[in-house]
């Protein structure tokens, strides 16, 4: 995977916040911060497809997959 070395200004609070929140350092905070971002634009996309979409097998029988 290729990477990009970045320089962001971001206001000490929020940064401060979102380590607390993670429990991790700058970068990876930083990385998922991201990750959460571009992950929403798909799960938004999921959304939209609500109702649209038929299955061949109800809920009730992949439960029982599960199991």
């Known amino acids: 995977m290729a990477t990009r070395k970045?320089?962001?200004?971001?206001?000490?609070?929020l940064l401060e916040k979102a380590q607390q929140?993670?429990?991790s350092g700058i970068t990876q905070t930083i990385r998922t911060g991201l990750q959460l971002l571009a992950a929403?634009?798909?799960y938004d996309n999921l959304r939209q497809l609500r109702g649209k979409v038929r299955f061949s097998r109800t809920w009730e029988e992949l439960k029982d997959d599960r199991e």
Not at 6 to 13: A, K, M, N, S, Y
């Open 40 to 42: 929403s634009q798909a």
């Open 6 to 13: 970045i320089t962001v200004e971001i206001p000490l609070d």
């Open 21 to 23: 929140a993670s429990g």
